[in-house]
Nanobody
């Protein structure tokens, strides 16, 4: 079993910055990819940014140039640096991990979510 522990959410004014962290722990053989999704009230969950084991990254068009995803493979941790935040970035942010366990089974895991609120 694998657990994802998120931290770093909060409230900030427009133009401000926040950094989210997500640490994976448990029976991990390899983390194939990690990502951040977000879900605003009344909206569908959407991909914000994704990073695979090679370090290749993808971003939603709405956050390109403002958000940066990175990972520390030694710590099984992914980060999301969010700059120039806008009110439309307000959402619950969820960590996602595609993990191959020590059993060699591959499973997707989700964090519990962390609230990000940006005021104008």
């Amino acid at each position: 079993q694998v657990q994802l522990a998120e931290s770093g959410g909060g409230s900030v004014q427009a133009g401000g910055s926040l950094k989210l962290s997500c640490a994976a722990s448990g029976s991990i053989f390899r983390i194939n990819a990690m990502a951040w999704f977000r879900q605003a009230l009344g909206e569908q969950r959407e991909l914000v940014a994704r990073i695979v084991i090679s370090g290749w990254t993808t971003y939603a068009d709405s956050v390109k140039g403002r958000f940066t995803i990175s990972r520390d493979n030694a710590k099984n941790t992914v980060y999301l640096q969010m700059n120039s935040l806008k009110p439309e970035d307000t959402a619950v942010y969820y960590c996602y991990a595609d993990v191959t366990a020590t059993s060699r089974a591959t499973t997707v895991y989700w964090g519990q979510g962390t609230q990000v609120t940006v005021s104008s």
